[in-house]
T-cell receptor, first 113, second 114 residues
Framework: NAGVTQTPKFQVLKTGQSMTLQCAQD?????MYWYRQDPGMGLRLIYY???????DKGEVPNGYNVSRLNKREFSLRLESAAPSQTSVYFC????????????FGEGSWLTVV | GESVGLHLPTLSVQEGDNSIINCAYS??????FIWYKQESGKGPQFIID?????DKRQGQRVTVLLNKTVKHLSLQIAATQPGDSAVYFC?????????????FGEGTQLTVNP
């Protein structure tokens, strides 16, 4: 089972460049999420999509945009990367929004120089 | 120069011993809790969950205990193995007026010595 697949695994960007992180899940889950993980901060929610056709801001949405392309795919875009966005990004999914186990991808390591 | 970083709580055990990892949660209205394991360079992996109407749940070699009185959650790993070395963190589901969301602790680094 592939589960949650995200690409790229590693990326180095220059300040001001844009990029899109791709994510797909094959578990027929309704809800999808993007988190970032920084030392000492734990996982923080950037954006989520409770169901296909909806997206909402999480704790730290500034500087990011998302697109729920279809039920399987949920992308995260950095329009103008900043060094503060250097982090590890995790895509995740769950059967539905709310009191549910969230399943994570393997992570994308992003460095902005 | 000298670098300063934030360090996770650590727990070091001998192979074969039992491990207990603790988590204090923040919200008395939290109704669902999950333990995750994260190996270096990988994504968090679900271990076990528990709902607030329970105080204990067992899985394979793992047990989660929930004490709602003191808002405390623990993960017990029996016969700890080197492959158990990882960061373990808990998540709580908090009910808000806008819905519910999971919040995550920072984790504990478990090291298993052979």
């Amino acid at each position: 089972n592939a589960g949650v697949t995200q690409t790229p695994k590693f990326q180095v960007l220059k300040t001001g460049q844009s990029m899109t992180l791709q994510c797909a899940q094959d578990m027929n889950h309704n809800s999808m999420y993007w988190y970032r993980q920084d030392p000492g901060m734990g996982l923080r929610l950037i954006y989520y999509s409770a169901s296909e056709g909806t997206t909402d801001k999480g704790e730290v949405p500034n500087g990011y945009n998302v697109s729920r392309l279809n039920k399987r795919e949920f992308s995260l875009r950095l329009e103008s990367a900043a060094p503060s966005q250097t982090s590890v990004y995790f895509c995740a999914s769950s059967p539905r929004w709310g009191r549910n186990t969230i399943y994570f991808g393997e992570g994308s390591w992003l460095t902005v120089v | 120069g000298e670098s300063v970083g934030l360090h996770l709580p650590t727990l070091s055990v001998q192979e074969g011993d039992n491990s207990i990892i603790n988590c204090a949660y923040s919200n008395s209205a939290s109704d669902y809790f999950i333990w995750y394991k994260q190996e270096s360079g990988k994504g968090p992996q679900f271990i076990i969950d528990i709902r607030s109407n329970m105080d204990k749940r067992q899985g394979q070699r793992v047990t989660v205990l929930l004490n709602k009185t003191v808002k405390h959650l623990s993960l017990q790993i029996a016969a700890t193995q080197p492959g158990d070395s990882a960061v373990y963190f808990c998540a709580e589901n908090i009910q808000e007026t806008s819905g519910s969301r999971l919040t995550f602790g920072e984790g504990t680094q478990l090291t298993v010595n052979p």
